[in-house]
């Protein structure tokens, strides 16, 4: 009696239960009847980068900490002023580094001395127009900018390129599938499972060069070649095999 009442407690405490949290429990295990193969394969395309990232910054040194940091702030002002006359909007201008740190002499025998402060201010700058680039840093360099690294070049919006690039490995998996499939006597009857890693990821930016690098101007001015960039998506597929 106890335990035809208990049973119905339990079946009536289940049905009570949303389908969603019923269906959460369920697992469902796909079989592969025939043979299973499983590859990868690369879809790669290539596109012109059309953003240019650089980080620009100034170093400031000076015997006391307020007026490092204050050389430093009015250089970025003007290099911030010059960066929105060349017409780079505010949203591709992010403060990346503000530092400041103290420097000392180590006199033989004797405890450290404090020589002064250093102090940095950098910002990254995405540059759309990179026809242009190359001349905005050097007018940022005259404006006070003596930190410059970079460039890493990138494609803005890289999602039609990455779906030419998925196309492509699907198409690579299944002939792949069918050469292994004709090798062995068989036909392709489905695919199982595809899974993808990888894509499209911008390039570290370069390491910055040591503070106070020296920014020699010349005749030339500086010049940014875009080149060609590989996008690619890497997937994972399983095939049935018959």
Not at 99 to 104: D, G, K
Not at 193 to 214: Q, R, W
């Amino acid at each position: 009696m106890m335990r035809n009442m208990l049973l119905g407690a339990l079946m009536l405490g289940a049905a009570a239960l949303p389908s969603a949290a019923l269906a959460q429990q369920a697992t469902i295990t796909q079989t592969v009847a025939g043979t299973r193969l499983d590859l990868n394969a690369v879809g790669e395309v290539t596109r012109v980068p059309d953003v240019a990232v650089i980080t620009a910054g100034v170093v400031s040194r000076a015997p006391n900490a307020a007026t490092a940091l204050q050389e430093t702030a009015d250089r970025m002002e003007r290099v911030l002023a010059a960066l929105k006359r060349a017409g780079v909007e505010g949203r591709d201008i992010q403060t990346s580094n503000v530092s400041l740190n103290a420097e000392y002499r180590y006199p033989e025998n004797q405890s450290p001395q404090l020589v002064g402060y250093t102090a940095t201010n950098s910002v990254t700058v995405r540059f759309r127009d990179l026809k242009n680039s190359g001349k905005i840093l050097d007018t940022l360099v005259a404006q006070g900018a003596n930190q410059i690294s970079g460039p890493s070049l990138v494609v803005d919006k890289p999602e039609a390129a990455l779906d030419e690039a998925r196309a492509k490995a699907i198409a690579i998996g299944r002939a792949r599938a069918d050469l292994y499939a004709r090798g062995l006597g068989m036909r392709v009857v489905r695919v199982v499972a595809i899974s993808e890693s990888g894509g499209y990821y911008a390039p570290p930016p370069a390491p910055p060069p040591p503070p106070m690098m020296a920014m020699e101007r010349s005749a030339a001015y500086t010049k940014i070649e875009p080149g060609e960039q590989k996008l690619q998506v890497n997937l994972s597929m399983t095939f049935e095999l018959q």
